[in-house]
């Protein structure tokens, strides 16, 4: 792993993008949550200024396979004007999990009254929508694999070129879902409270959220090898001072128990799991859930 950061610090200066130190850090740290299968979905929304994202992502991997070899199953999706790095074995047993009654997670509708709790009907539909997303991601990715393999799928046009990763484009599912893709995110990216609103009720969602303290969720960790990529008085400044490596909201109102909400504490306990498992790479992993008083919020 230490060998793939120092080459991923090689191939974005190679490759001029001129991020800024915390950015270029954030991007490392993704990458190394996605690698270690830490987290098995990011989303790399902070990146605006880079022409083409999901093309140069895609690069970027490829650079890194020809300079460590194949470090892991990591692939490049795109919705839209999103782009995504995943963990294809890691984010398939997620969405697996994710998709049963025993998941624990939860909704909050959003629309003109306070936020709420979904009903059951409302948890039913939305998983079945998680699971015509899972089955096209699914889809392409059996067609990539049987592309490389020298090999046809039958109604697929996915073409990746040698030594290339292509992105997968996921635009299509939104050609026949009922959700948004902020509620899609929420679940790909693992947060345990998902937001639920319609296309044509975001302004009254964002105003829902507006109205109401939201109890603000944080989870941290120290990651060594994040040094290799900083400069010594970087790393001095930064002494002490964990990762965040996620962050989401819910209405205080639904989420009165802080850390000691049962999917809070299911959560953190997932995470510290993968952390022991990680060889050291992810150490003190720990929450903080700190009060939002009510403010702007856009989607």
């Known amino acids: 792993?230490?060998?793939?950061?120092?080459?991923?610090?090689?191939?974005?200066?190679?490759?001029?993008?001129?991020?800024?130190?915390?950015?270029?850090?954030?991007?490392?740290?993704?990458?190394?949550?996605?690698?270690?299968?830490?987290?098995?979905?990011?989303?790399?929304?902070?990146?605006?200024?880079?022409?083409?994202?999901?093309?140069?992502?895609?690069?970027?991997?490829?650079?890194?396979?020809?300079?460590?070899?194949?470090?892991?199953?990591?692939?490049?999706?795109?919705?839209?004007?999103?782009?995504?790095?995943?963990?294809?074995?890691?984010?398939?047993?997620?969405?697996?999990?994710?998709?049963?009654?025993?998941?624990?997670?939860?909704?909050?509708?959003?629309?003109?009254?306070?936020?709420?709790?979904?009903?059951?009907?409302?948890?039913?539909?939305?998983?079945?929508?998680?699971?015509?997303?899972?089955?096209?991601?699914?889809?392409?990715?059996?067609?990539?694999?049987?592309?490389?393999?020298?090999?046809?799928?039958?109604g697929c046009s996915l073409e990746v070129p040698f030594g290339k990763i292509s992105p997968l484009d996921m635009g299509r599912f939104f050609q026949s879902s009922s959700i948004v893709l902020p509620t899609l995110n929420g679940w790909l990216l693992g947060y345990p409270i998902i937001y639920l609103f319609k296309e044509c009720a975001v302004s009254q969602a964002q105003r829902c959220l507006s109205t109401e303290q939201l109890q603000h969720y944080r989870l941290y960790a120290d990651s060594k090898l994040l040094r290799l990529v900083s400069t010594r008085s970087a790393n001095n400044r930064l002494e002490g001072i964990q990762e965040e490596l996620m962050s989401f909201t819910v209405p205080r109102e639904l989420s009165g128990l802080g850390q000691t909400e049962p999917w809070a504490i299911q959560l953190l306990q997932n995470f510290v799991a993968k952390g022991h498992s990680s060889n050291g790479l992810w150490e003190n992993i720990r929450m903080e859930v700190v009060i939002r008083d009510a403010q702007s919020i856009a989607f």
């Open 1 to 154: 792993m230490e060998a793939m950061v120092l080459a991923l610090h090689k191939i974005l200066a190679n490759k001029r993008l001129h991020l800024k130190f915390s950015v270029r850090r954030r991007f490392v740290l993704d990458l190394l949550a996605v690698f270690s299968g830490l987290r098995p979905l990011v989303m790399v929304d902070y990146l605006p200024q880079v022409p083409n994202l999901h093309q140069q992502l895609g690069d970027i991997l490829c650079h890194l396979t020809q300079e460590c070899g194949e470090v892991a199953p990591v692939l490049v999706m795109h919705i839209e004007e999103c782009s995504y790095l995943f963990h294809e074995v890691e984010l398939h047993d997620y969405m697996q999990w994710a998709l049963t009654r025993n998941s624990g997670l939860k909704f909050v509708v959003l629309d003109d009254g306070p936020a709420r709790m979904a009903s059951s009907i409302e948890e039913v539909t939305t998983l079945a929508e998680f699971k015509k997303f899972e089955q096209i991601l699914s889809h392409l990715c059996s067609a990539r694999c049987k592309t490389l393999m020298g090999k046809t799928l039958e």
